[in-house]
Every structure is written in C-alpha cells, then in structure tokens.
C-alpha cells in the first residue's frame, strides 16, 4: 500500500479547520475544496441545496448576503476498465463555529487551546480523502471510477445529504468518513429518529382565589410524564424529551405547556410502538384532568442496520485488512448522512476517521487515525477493483 505523507496530511487537515464552516455557512470550504479536487483531476458540481434549503425553511432574512453553498460532487475517471464506481462521502460543515481556532500537534495528538471545538468532525474525513486522492495522482495507483460527495448543513439535520439529487450518483454503495472513534470501526447499524410536540391545553384560573376553577395543565405533563421511561428503553431503542415551556405567572393556574421530544430506535416497529405509549399517556392524563393535547410528529431520517453477510461491509471490512487494521462492526446510536444514503437505496456504511469529543472544545483526533483513515480509503478503493476482477461489485 502507498505510504501516507503525514506532514502533507496533518498541513491539510490544519489548513481545513482554520476554515470557518459552521452549518450554512459552508462557502469558504467549498471554494476551498473545489480547487483542491480540481488540481487532482476531479470534475466537480455543485447543486443548489444551500439555496433550497433557506427556501424550504423559510429563513430568506438577509439572502441577499449569503453566498449560497450547495453539495459538491467530484467525480474523476478510472484507470481500470470495468471496475464499478465507488462513492465516499463527507460534510464541510462544522456543528458549530471554530472561528480563531487555535489547533496543535503534540506527542501525535491534534487538540485546540480549549475554547473552540476543532473540526475534525468532519474535516478528518475529508482530510484522509484528499490525501487518498492525491496518492492515486501522484503514484499512479489502480483504481475504478471515484465519486466524492461534499455535503452541507449535515449537523443541522442531515438537509444537504436530503437535498442531494440522489440520481446525481453512479455508484451503488457508498462509505462515509464521518464516525467518531478509530478507522477500523465500520458502523453497520443506526437508528431512525422520529421528532415529536406536545400541546397541552388547561384553564387559566387565579392561583390564588379561584384555583379550583382552573385545570392546571403541569398536573397532566407531570402525570403522563410519570408513566412513561425515558432514556434508553432497550438496546436498541431510547425516547427523550427536552424541551418543556409554559405559563406565565405564578399566580396564573397553567393552561399551556408545550414539550418536545424525539424517539429512536433501529427497529422501526419499536419506534412506532413508542409513540404510541407517549399518545396514550398524555391522553389518559388529559382524560383525568380534563385538559386536551395535540400530539404531533416529525420524521427525521429512516434508520438501516446491515450485516457482514452485505457487500459494503465485506467491502470496508477488506479494505481494513489492507490497511492492516482488524475491523469490527458496530452500530450507533446518532443519524449520519448514511441514513439518507441507505434510505435512497444506495447501500452505505460510516466509517471512524478517529475524530474523539466530537462537538465540545475537547475534540481531538490523532495523526495516527488520520493516517490510517486515509489507508482505508486506499484499500477499500484496491478492494473494489479486485472483487469485480473475481466477478463481484459489479
């Protein structure tokens, strides 16, 4: 296997994180990233999800300043005849702002002075992929068709990955470089998430003349909330809620409160199965107090959960061995692009690029993990050619 430039590749990374990208504000990186997939011989496209997505959230204030910021696909031709394309994916987007980032490398590690969060998630998977790509370039290496997928606004809901023309694509399985822990981990399995409100309507009342002619809707909150578990229900399913609000003086008896929750689980039967229980607790605790609710529900992302029996995990697994790690499949418990990818049809598994305390200012990931993300890549696109030469990934 090709030997990684470290120094190339840790310079990258840093270049990377000290690029401002929080969520929709991805313009900077992808102008940086286009350049770069340019000069590696990549033809890049870029859509419109930035612009569709301020369009579908209805968040025009100020779009005659924004410079809209789309997916980017990058595709580059193969060496190899008949060898099928092969899609990896990453987001540019930061979950929130690392502006004045202050990054270093000691003893291996790449860490922050503590007041902003680093990047690495995702800019570690983006980093292992460039530098895969330009090894390819420079030492001729083997390889089919590539398909590089640069998603926006995915640490606010997975919205570029949702918005990405699916058709757009070639290839039938794809690797996202976008889990947190070391490269060897192959995320097989994550859940679907269903979002949820509340809204429970009582009769205000003076709390202190007249409290009894008042229905107090927190007693109803309070009962409902009461019957049911919270946190993790079973292995592979949990249910929170998280937001509560209501009220407006504490001589006013409640007559509103509104919570907001959301339900997971890789076994979408059980997802269902648990909005059920929530409506039937908020209505049997209504009936007694004799409030009314309105219960609403808002898909996020459908979950998947495949095996090592699926090409795409034989695949990442192959590609592991090539970069001589021992690989093990694993499932998450949090959404990545690879639920929409999976639930476009395009089979995908997440891939660890080594980023640790992803979303706090303790963020690290290591240029080992860096190296050996960029590895896998490499051996996963040399496992690609080699299978459809004994007759599969085709």
């Given amino acids: 296997m090709a030997e990684v430039n470290e120094k190339r590749l840790v310079d990258r990374f840093l270049k990377m994180v000290s690029i401002d990208s929080p969520s ?16 590696l011989g990549f033809e890049v496209e870029e859509d419109d999800a ?18 809209f910021t789309g997916n980017l696909i990058a595709r580059k031709k193969g060496s190899l005849s008949d060898v099928p394309p092969v899609m990896f994916a990453a987001h540019m987007d930061t979950v929130v702002s690392n502006k004045g980032v202050q990054a270093t490398v000691q003893d291996g590690v790449i860490r922050t002075d503590g007041r902003t969060i680093l990047g690495a998630d995702d800019k570690a998977g983006i980093a292992a ?7 390819m370039e420079e030492q001729k290496l083997p390889h089919g068709p590539l398909e590089f997928v640069f998603t926006i606004a995915e640490e606010s809901g997975l919205n570029g990955a949702r918005l990405l023309d699916k058709q757009k694509l ?7 470089m976008d889990s947190g822990g070391p490269p060897h981990v192959v995320i097989g399995a994550s859940p679907g998430e269903v979002d949820f409100s509340v809204k429970l309507y009582g009769k205000a009342a003076h709390a202190g003349v007249n409290p009894e002619d008042g229905i107090n809707v927190l007693s109803a909150a309070g009962l409902a909330l009461s019957n049911l578990t919270l946190g993790r229900i079973d ?6 809620i998280g937001i509560i609000k209501g009220g407006e003086r504490t001589n006013i008896v409640c007559d509103y409160v509104e919570l907001w929750g959301e339900v997971r689980s890789r076994n979408k039967d059980k997802l269902t199965w648990q909005l059920a229980k929530i409506q039937t607790a908020f209505a049997t605790a209504c009936e007694k107090f004799g409030a009314r609710f309105e219960m609403e529900e808002q898909p996020i992302y459908d979950g998947f959960q495949l095996t090592e029996g699926d090409e795409v995990v034989q695949i990442a697994f192959e590609g592991a061995k090539k970069a001589g790690m021992t690989p093990q499949l694993a499932a998450r418990g949090g959404g990545s692009d690879t639920n929409i990818f999976n639930a476009a049809g395009i089979p995908s598994v997440n891939l660890g690029v080594g980023a640790a305390n992803d979303h706090t200012n303790e963020e690290t990931v290591t240029v080992q993990d860096l190296r050996l993300a960029t590895q896998l890549v490499l051996g996963i696109v040399q496992t690609v050619a080699e299978r ?3 007759g599969v990934a085709r």
Avoid: Y
């Fill in 129 to 135: 992929l460039l530098e895969a790509a330009q090894l």
């Fill in 170 to 176: 070639s290839a039938k399985f794809g690797f996202v």
């Fill in 50 to 67: 930035g612009r569709d997505l301020l369009q579908m959230t209805g968040d025009m204030q100020g779009a005659k300043t924004i410079r």
């Fill in 388 to 390: 459809t030469g004994a």
């Fill in 24 to 39: 929709s504000q991805e313009r900077e990186m992808a102008d940086f990233l286009k350049n770069e997939l340019q000069t």
């Fill in 235 to 240: 292995e592979e399913t949990t249910c929170n």
